[in-house]
C-alpha cells in the first residue's frame, strides 16, 4: 500500500535556548500521515509530542524556540517555508488544533458565537448572517444541545466537556484536512472522554479529516488510532499499527508503556493482570548524553546503548523501531 | 435584574462611604483643639464670656455631641456646607464654581494617561527585549520617582520659559474676550501642561502595569488558539488579548482615583489651575475649616463616583463578574 | 513551558539567603538603586562634616548661579543650595523611614487581622480599608494639618495613615492564601495559639512581597513628604528638599536652579527605592520575574 501522505515530516530538529544552555527538543524526527487515518503520538509528558504539534502549526515561541532542521510537507508544501500570513491562511483552515485545557483554551472576555464564526469569517468569504448560520450548523454537529442560546454564552457558562466540543467546532468549521488533538480529554471526566472520543471519530468518518491524536495513554491510543509512534526524550522509538505495535511492541519502553495499561488483555480466564510501571523518570532534555536516552531506565540496556544513538530498523511492514537488541526483542 | 441589583447594591454601599464622609468630618472638627466659635474669636480679637456663649448657641456648639451629630449630618445631606470663614459665602458654591475646572483636569489627565500608558506597555509586552520595552521601563521608572510638582515646574521652564509654547499659568489668558471654538482653544492651551504633568505619574504606573499583564495574556493558551485559527497578529493582539490585558489596568485605575484627585490638588497649585486644590490649598493657609472639610466631601464624592464608573466598565469588560 | 519549568526548579534548590543576594547582584539595575541608596546615606550621616553649614543661614548674594563659589548656586535669600540638599538627605530619610515604619505597622496589622480572622473581622476592616482609599491622601493630610498643629510627627503619622491600606490588603491575601496551608493547619490541629500562628508561621512566609511593599513604600512617602513641604504645610522647622523648591517656585523664571537640584535630589532617591524594591521583588519572588 503506497499511498500518498498529507502531511509529513522529515527530518525535524527543535532547538529551546533555556538558562541552562542550548536544548533539544526535537530530535531528527520523521512522521507522515495518510488522509483519513488517525495517527497517535504517544510517549510520557516531556517528551516532545506537544512541541510535534506547535511545529506542524508553526506556533513554536521563536525564540526561545527555534527550528533548527528539516521540513514539514503539506500536500508536498513545506510550510516552514512560507511567510506568516501565508501561514495564517493556513492554521485553521487546512490544519486545526484542539488543546488539552478546554478551561483556559476559550477566551472568557468573548461568546462562544464569536469566537466559532471567527474562525469562519477568516478563512471564508460569508457575511455576518452565513457565518452565524455556519457556527449554529457547527454547534449542532458536535452535539451542543440549544445552540442558539449558547452562541450568546460565555466560555464560563460551560462545562468543560461543553467547552471541548465548542473547541472542536471551532476546529473543524471550515473542513480542515488536518485536525490535531494534543491531549484533548486529559483535563476530563471519563465519561466525557468517551462522548469527545466518539464525536471525534464520528466527525472523522463524515468528513474524512485525518487526525494526529497526541497522548499519554495507550488504551486511548488502542481505541482510537490506526497508526502510532511512540515518542521519548525528543526522538521517535517505534512506528506502526497500532495492532502490530500493542501485540508485538519492539522497544522496550514501548512495551513498558503497554504494560501500564491495567486492562489492554482481560481474559476472564486468567489471573489479574499486575499494573506495572516503568521505573525511574523522563530525563531532562538538557541533562541527556550520548546513546539511547532510554537506556538508564532500561532493563534490557547493553554498554552499546549509552554509547551511541541506535538507528531505526525495519521490524515489519509499516513498523519500525530505534533499539540496538530490536532483534533480540520479540 | 441581576445587573440592576447589583449596581443598587454598589450605589448604596457609596452612599454609605459618603456618610461616613460626613461622620469624619464630624468627628475630626470635634477632637480638633478649638471650635468655630474660638476661630472665630481669634478673628475678632477676643470677645466677652456673653458674647462667647451667645455664639455657642447659634451655632448649636452647647447641644448634645448626638444632637449635634444629627444636624451635621442632615445640613450636609441638603448640601449646606456652612459659610466659608475667607470668602463669606456658602462653601457648596464657591465648590460648585471651581469643581468643573478640576473635574476638566483630572479626566483629561486620566485618560491621557489610560491610553497613552496601555498603548506603551502593549508595544513593550510586544517585544519584551527590545529597545522599546527599555524605554518604556526607563519611562515608567521615572514617571513613578519624580515628584508631580517639581515635573510640573520643569515642564513650565522648558515649555513656557525656553520655548514659550504653553502658558504658565491659569486657565483662560486674562482680558481674553473671544468666544466659541476661540475660547476652547485658549482654555485647551492652558490645559496642555497640568494635564501632562498629572498625567506622568499614572503613564509610568499604567504602562508597567499594562506592560506585564500584557506579557501575561500573551504567553495564555487561549491567545494560542486564536493564533491556531489563523488570526493575524494585529487581531491576536488588539483584540484577544487587550480587552483581557486591560482588566488589570482598569481595576488598578479604579483603586488609585483617590491619588490621582490628590495628584490634582498639587498640580492645580503649580499651575494656578482654578480648581478644588487651588481652593484647598488657599483654604488651608488661611484655615478655612468648612471649606477645607466641604472639600474633602466633594473630592470623595468624585472618586467613589469615579469608582461606580469603574466598577460598571469593568463588568462591561469582564462577563465573568458580571 | 514544562522545560521551562524544569530548569527554574534546577536553579532554585532552596533559595538561603546567599542565593538571594547573588540574584539580587546579577539584576544591574537593583545594584544601581542601591548605589543611589548608598549615596544618598552617606550624604546624610557624612555630609555636613566634609561640606558644614546651617541652611537657613545667608551666605552669598541672592541667587548666584551655580559655579565656582557655590557649586549648586544660591537661592532668592542667598542660602546655599548645596548646604540645602545635603541638609534635606537627612530630614528627607528620616520622615520617609518612620513614615514607612507607621504604614507598615498600621497596615500589616490591619491586614493580619482580616486574613487571618476573616468573617465579620475581615468584613468590618476591609469595609474600613476601602473607606480610607476613597479619601484623597492629599486633601486628607491638608486637613488633618490644618485642624492640628503641623509639626514632624504629625506629618509623619499623617503620611501613615493614608498610605497603610494598600499593605492591609497585601498583608490580607498573603494571609489568606497562607492559612489554608497544610503546615499551617497541622499548627493549629496540634494546638498552638493564635497569636503564636499568626507571628511564628504565617508571617515568615507572607514577608517577601511584604518587604518588597515595604521597600516601595519608602518612595511614596518621600514623595508625599516633599509634595506636602512644597505646598509649605511640612514642618518649618525641617529644611528638606520639598521645602527648597516650594519656597525658590516664585523665583523659577529667575534661578532654575533652586528648583532643579533640590527636585533631582528627590527623583534619584525615589529612584534608588523603586529600583532596589524591584530588584528585591525579582530576588524575593522568582515566579514574578519578567514582569
Known amino acids: 500500500m503506497k499511498q500518498e501522505s498529507l502531511l509529513q515530516v522529515k527530518g525535524l530538529s527543535v532547538d529551546f535556548s533555556t538558562k541552562a544552555g542550548n536544548v533539544r527538543v526535537l530530535n531528527q524526527l520523521d512522521l507522515h500521515l495518510l488522509p483519513g487515518e488517525a495517527l497517535g503520538i504517544v510517549g510520557e509528558s516531556g517528551c516532545g509530542k506537544s512541541m510535534t504539534a506547535l511545529s506542524i502549526m508553526r ?12 521540513q514539514i510537507l503539506l500536500n508536498g508544501t513545506d510550510v516552514l517555508q512560507l511567510t506568516e500570513s501565508e501561514m495564517e491562511d493556513i492554521r485553521g483552515n487546512e490544519i486545526s488544533m484542539i488543546f488539552q485545557e478546554p478551561m483556559t483554551s476559550l477566551n472568557p472576555v468573548f461568546t462562544i458565537g464569536t469566537q466559532v464564526s471567527e ?4 478563512h471564508q468569504s460569508k457575511n455576518s448572517a452565513q457565518a452565524k448560520e455556519k457556527t449554529l450548523q457547527m ?28 473547541m472542536i467546532a471551532m476546529a473543524l468549521s471550515c473542513q480542515p484536512s488536518v485536525l490535531i488533538a494534543d491531549e484533548p480529554t486529559t483535563a476530563l471526566d471519563v465519561t466525557i472522554q468517551a462522548q469527545i472520543f466518539e464525536l471525534l471519530r464520528q466527525i472523522q468518518a463524515e468528513m474524512g479529516t485525518s487526525v494526529i491524536l497526541i497522548t499519554h495513554d495507550m488504551s486511548v491510543i488502542a481505541e482510537f488510532a490506526d497508526r502510532v509512534a511512540v515518542m521519548y526524550a525528543g526522538r521517535k522509538i517505534e512506528e506502526g499499527l497500532v495492532r502490530d505495535i500493542i501485540d508485538n511492541p519492539r522497544h522496550p519502553y514501548t512495551q513498558g ?34 546513546g539511547c536516552s532510554f537506556a538508564p531506565r532500561c532493563h534490557k540496556a547493553i554498554d552499546r546503548c549509552y554509547e551511541e544513538v541506535p538507528p531505526e530498523v525495519t521490524v515489519g511492514e509499516n513498523h519500525c523501531a530505534s533499539c540496538w537488541r530490536v532483534g533480540e526483542i520479540a | 435584574m441581576k445587573t440592576f441589583l447589583v449596581g443598587l447594591n454598589r450605589t448604596i454601599y457609596s452612599l454609605v462611604l459618603l456618610l461616613a464622609v460626613i461622620v469624619l468630618n464630624f468627628i475630626l472638627v470635634h477632637i480638633a483643639p478649638g471650635d468655630a466659635v474660638t476661630a472665630m474669636i481669634g478673628d475678632m480679637g477676643g470677645a466677652t464670656p456673653e458674647l462667647v456663649a451667645k455664639l455657642r448657641a447659634d451655632y448649636g456648639l452647647d447641644q448634645s455631641l448626638f444632637t449635634q451629630l444629627h444636624t451635621h449630618i442632615w445640613k450636609m445631606m441638603r448640601g449646606d456646607f456652612g459659610l466659608s470663614f475667607t470668602h463669606r459665602v456658602p462653601v457648596r458654591d464657591l465648590i460648585l464654581d471651581h469643581l468643573p475646572a478640576t473635574i476638566l483636569l483630572v479626566t483629561t489627565a486620566f485618560f491621557l494617561a489610560l491610553i497613552t500608558g496601555t498603548i506603551l506597555g502593549i508595544i513593550a509586552a510586544q517585544k519584551p527585549k527590545s529597545l522599546v520595552s527599555h524605554v518604556v521601563t526607563v519611562l515608567s521608572l521615572s514617571g513613578f520617582a519624580a515628584p508631580i510638582f517639581w515635573t510640573g515646574l520643569m515642564l513650565l521652564i522648558v515649555f513656557a520659559y525656553l520655548l514659550p509654547l504653553f502658558p504658565a499659568s491659569g486657565m483662560k489668558t486674562p482680558g481674553f474676550q473671544g468666544t466659541g471654538l476661540e475660547a476652547i482653544v485658549d482654555v485647551l492651551k492652558h490645559l496642555v501642561l497640568p494635564a501632562i504633568t498629572l498625567a506622568s505619574v499614572y503613564i509610568a504606573v499604567y504602562s508597567r502595569l499594562a506592560r506585564a499583564s500584557m506579557l501575561d495574556v500573551l504567553g495564555s493558551d487561549y491567545i494560542r488558539t486564536a493564533r491556531s485559527k489563523g488570526l493575524s497578529r494585529r487581531v491576536v493582539v488588539y483584540k484577544h488579548a487587550l480587552k483581557n490585558g486591560i482588566l488589570p489596568v482598569v481595576t488598578m485605575a479604579g483603586l488609585q482615583f483617590s491619588q490621582l484627585i490628590a495628584g490634582a490638588v498639587v498640580v492645580e497649585t503649580v499651575f494656578s489651575w482654578p480648581g478644588i486644590g487651588q481652593l484647598a490649598f488657599n483654604a488651608i493657609l488661611r484655615r478655612d475649616h468648612p471649606l477645607l472639610l466641604g472639600i474633602l466631601f466633594f473630592s470623595t464624592l468624585m472618586v467613589v463616583v469615579a469608582n461606580l464608573i469603574t466598577d460598571s466598565s469593568y463588568r462591561i469588560l469582564d462577563p465573568r463578574i458580571r | 513551558m514544562s522545560n521551562r519549568e524544569k530548569t527554574d526548579a534546577a536553579v532554585r534548590p532552596d533559595r538561603p539567603l546567599a542565593e538571594l543576594w547573588h540574584m539580587f547582584f546579577a539584576n544591574k539595575a537593583a545594584v544601581l538603586g542601591l548605589v543611589l541608596w548608598l549615596l544618598v546615606i552617606t550624604t546624610a550621616v557624612f555630609g555636613l562634616t566634609i561640606h558644614p553649614g546651617d541652611p537657613f543661614a545667608m ?15 544660591t537661592d532668592y535669600l542667598g542660602r546655599d543650595v548645596l548646604t540645602g540638599i545635603i541638609h534635606g538627605a537627612s530630614v528627607t530619610l528620616a520622615i520617609g523611614f518612620s513614615a514607612t515604619v507607621c504604614t507598615a505597622i498600621i497596615g500589616v496589622t490591619i491586614g493580619v487581622l482580616a486574613g487571618y480572622y476573616g468573617r465579620w473581622v475581615d468584613n468590618l476592616l476591609m469595609r474600613v480599608t476601602e473607606f480610607f482609599q476613597v479619601l484623597p491622601p492629599m486633601l486628607f493630610v491638608m486637613v488633618l494639618i490644618s485642624l492640628f498643629t503641623p509639626s514632624i510627627y504629625l506629618i509623619v503619622l499623617a503620611i501613615a495613615v493614608v498610605s497603610w491600606t494598600g499593605m492591609a490588603r497585601l498583608a490580607r491575601a498573603e494571609f489568606l492564601k497562607i492559612k489554608e496551608m497544610e503546615y499551617v493547619k497541622a499548627e493549629r490541629a496540634m494546638g498552638a495559639r493564635n497569636a503564636s500562628i499568626m507571628a511564628k508561621v504565617i508571617l515568615p512566609n507572607a514577608l517577601p512581597p511584604l518587604i518588597v511593599a515595604i521597600a516601595l513604600n519608602v518612595g511614596t512617602a518621600i514623595l508625599f513628604e516633599a509634595a506636602l513641604s512644597f505646598l509649605g504645610l ?9 521645602y527648597m523648591i516650594g519656597s525658590s517656585r516664585e523665583y523659577i523664571w529667575d534661578s532654575w536652579w533652586t528648583i532643579t537640584f533640590p527636585g533631582f535630589a528627590i527623583f534619584l532617591t525615589v529612584l534608588g527605592v523603586s529600583l532596589v524594591g524591584d530588584g528585591l521583588n525579582d530576588a524575593l519572588n522568582p515566579k514574578l520575574r519578567e514582569l
Open chain 1, 59 to 70: 506556533l513554536v515561541p521563536v525564540p526561545p524556540g527555534n527550528i533548527a532542521t528539516g
Open chain 3, 234 to 242: 511640612g514642618d518649618p522647622n525641617a529644611f528638606s528638599w520639598g
Open chain 3, 59 to 73: 551666605v552669598g548674594a541672592p541667587m548666584t548661579p551655580p559655579g565656582e563659589e557655590f557649586l549648586l548656586g
Open chain 1, 119 to 122: 474562525n469562519i469569517r477568516r
Open chain 1, 139 to 166: 454547534l449542532e454537529a458536535v452535539g451542543i444541545p440549544a445552540p442558539k442560546q449558547r452562541i450568546n454564552q460565555y466560555p464560563h457558562e460551560l462545562s468543560g466537556g461543553m467547552r471541548q466540543r465548542i
Open chain 1, 257 to 290: 508503556l503497554i504494560n501500564c495499561v491495567p486492562v489492554l488483555k482481560t481474559d476472564p480466564g486468567t489471573e489479574r493482570v499486575e499494573l506495572n510501571e516503568i521505573p525511574g523518570v523522563v530525563p531532562s532534555m538538557a541533562q541527556l548524553g550520548t
